[in-house]
């Protein structure tokens, strides 16, 4: 829980490192929230709560994913890899899941 709280201290960065476990264990915290809230939300009839949180969470799962591209020696901007259709996405995930440089 500690990396996703770091994680959201720094959602004004875009500098500097995220090593590979404060990645992923953001990546698992992020998806067992999303997972008991479209619980609540189906439960309730709504998909407002799921629907807001991913919002929030918008902006640091990009930053922490461009600090973890920069620790695996490339910019930011190869997020928008992810835009190409299936090959994007598998490359990105390779990208994130290498070792730090």
Known sequence: MEYFIDALRKFSDFNGRARRKQYW?????????????????????????????????????IRIAARRLHDTGRSGWWQLIAIIPLIGGIVLIVFLAQDSH
């Open 25 to 61: 264990m953001f990546c698992l915290v992020y998806v067992l929230i999303v997972i008991v809230l479209s619980l609540i939300d189906e439960f309730v009839g709504t998909s407002v709560l799921s629907l807001i949180f991913t919002t929030i969470m918008l902006v640091p799962s």
